[in-house]
């Protein structure tokens, strides 16, 4: 049957995947000692302008398996065998650089000082170091690159107000984990104009507060991320007023209080709540003595279009009212948004 036919491909592959992966570092040192070896016969080949002397091409071929020997050794230590490149950064290429040029050291003492030659191109020992960290480097790039490639599956595009430190960190971890959160990160908002025109990440600054309605409506955003840990309650009201009639779903960033070890990510994200709003403190009350006083009354509840409307608390409250046969409640507002 198709089914169990494709079933049973699937567990090959999974099995295949499984064995390889179980290899991997075997696989990851032939492909470093091959690296090395390209690019050794690069710099010979540029020295010379792609005609190489007979002698110093003995020279090479000599000299190379001691070049793959204290490459081979060097490498450890820098865990250039081990880690996933997907997740490749500044450390990674830190330590290719370290790795690289510390092995080209121990070459160039051990060709110099140990072998006694004196023929062997001093230019060379440069340009095979700077030709072996642009391969160790680009090949790990184009993976990280391949996994940060626009996926063919619809993502939630999303607008992050704020290009500070907040904002950065939720555009990486999107950036880094672009198979689990499906979000597409297509522009900040910033009210310093300074930043507009900039990037982070590739991602750029739109423009500030007075653009947020124009730009929501232009890029057809389906999310925007409040990423102002320490902005007054005032920019949040006038933001959330702004984006009221449009359709998008509004989030923000923990308060600077809640943040731990100054890192925001993505999870950390929330629905924004009229507590968000308020410029007090919200205020916790006993619910017992209120439930007392309402059971089987019938309230007028006012502000329907305010924290009734936005809050999940109040809205939670007056759902709570009904259904556990406290009180009958009927809100009331002055506005269109008005619910019951």
Not at 109 to 123: A, H
């Amino acid at each position: 049957m198709p089914g169990a036919r494709k079933f049973e491909t699937d567990l090959l592959l999974m099995r295949c995947k499984n064995l390889v992966m179980g290899y991997r570092w075997i696989f990851s040192v032939l492909l470093h000692m091959t690296l090395v070896v390209i690019a050794n016969y690069a710099a010979f080949w540029l020295r010379f302008d792609g005609d190489v002397p007979p002698e110093d091409a003995i020279y090479a071929w000599k000299m190379l398996p001691f070049l793959l020997a204290i490459r081979l050794i060097t490498f450890i230590p820098f865990g250039l065998y081990r880690g996933l490149w997907r997740y490749t950064g500044l450390w990674d290429l830190r330590n290719i650089i370290f790795a690289v040029f510390v092995s080209s050291f121990a070459f160039f003492g051990f060709t110099r000082w140990v072998f006694m030659i004196e023929f062997y191109p001093r230019s060379v020992f440069i340009i095979d170091a700077l030709i072996l960290i642009v391969f160790m480097g680009g090949l790990r790039m184009t993976r990280r690159l391949h996994q940060e490639l626009p996926s063919r599956h619809p993502r939630r595009r999303v607008l992050i107000y704020g290009a500070g430190d907040a904002g950065e960190m939720i555009v990486r971890d999107m950036r880094n984990h672009v198979g689990f959160y499906k979000y597409n990160p297509i522009g900040f908002l910033d009210d310093d104009p300074s930043k507009i025109g900039q990037r982070i990440h590739g991602v750029p600054v739109l423009g500030g507060r007075e653009h947020l309605h124009d730009i929501v409506v232009r890029s057809r955003a389906h999310e925007v991320i409040l990423a102002i840990p320490g902005a007054r309650q005032a920019i949040l009201r006038e933001v959330v007023k702004t984006l009221e009639p449009l359709n998008v779903v509004i989030k923000t960033v923990p308060n600077l209080r809640e943040i731990k070890n100054g890192q925001v990510q993505l999870r950390h994200t929330r629905n924004i709540s009229s507590e968000d709003l308020l410029d007090r403190v919200p205020v916790r009350m006993d619910v017992e003595p209120i439930r007392t006083l309402i059971r089987g009354k019938r309230i007028l509840v006012t502000g329907a279009a305010g924290s009734i409307a936005i809050s999940p608390s109040g809205s939670a409250t007056m759902r709570r009212w009904c259904w556990t046969g406290w009180a009958i409640a009927y809100p009331c507002g002055r506005r269109s948004t008005s619910r019951g």
